[in-house]
């Protein structure tokens, strides 16, 4: 059972050196790629669900567990493989998800005023008479902090709540509740 034990430690030793790496070239700005490693490229992403990140992470995980149940636990051969199999998919699969996840937050949103119309907020600073101020209004999934100016021409105080009845020149027009 030793050349098990020694599979399951170059297994581990291999990804985790191949995921550091990758990682700290990363870390640096590195951006190359090894194309030919990399495959399934869906929807042109950056991201590659087969990728050699994916693969390190899978082999160093699997091999780690391998490790620790072949010789911590009483589980079996068979056993102790199939646990270690299933821990390496579920890192593979978390690490993709969190790569998904992350790829998301770079999409750009393009913000579109009129769908604040009708919508209620606060003031956040002080709209004066004929000026200039700033709302708080929830919108396209988000809050945002947005210049407002009054519909009728009055001051409205912060923290007073308002609701957005049109859009003018980039600008949020808004009425007192």
């Not at 567990?65 to 390496?88: D, E, N, R, W």
Request: charged share 15%; net charge negative; aromatic share 14%.
């Amino acid at each position: 059972m030793l050349y098990l034990e020694t599979i399951y430690f170059y297994m581990a030793l291999v990804g985790t050196i191949f995921f550091v790496i990758k990682f700290a070239l990363s870390l640096f700005g590195h951006d190359g790629d090894l194309s030919e490693l990399d495959a399934m490229d869906p929807d042109n992403l950056d991201f590659k669900f087969l990728s050699l990140q994916t693969l390190s992470i899978f082999s160093a995980s699997l091999g780690w567990m391998g490790l620790l149940l072949f010789k911590q636990t009483q589980f079996g051969v068979y056993i102790s493989f199939a646990l270690a199999l299933v821990f390496g998919f579920v890192c593979a699969f978390f690490e993709i998800w969190i790569f998904t996840k992350v790829k998301g937050l770079s999409q750009i949103n393009t913000l579109d005023l009129a769908n604040a119309i009708g919508k209620v907020g606060k003031v956040y600073l002080t709209i004066p008479a004929y000026g200039e101020g700033e709302i708080q209004v929830s919108f396209q999934g988000s809050m945002k902090n947005l210049k407002a100016v009054s519909s009728s021409g009055e001051k409205i105080p912060a923290f007073t709540e308002i609701k957005v009845s049109s859009v003018r020149d980039g600008i949020l027009v808004v009425e007192r509740l």
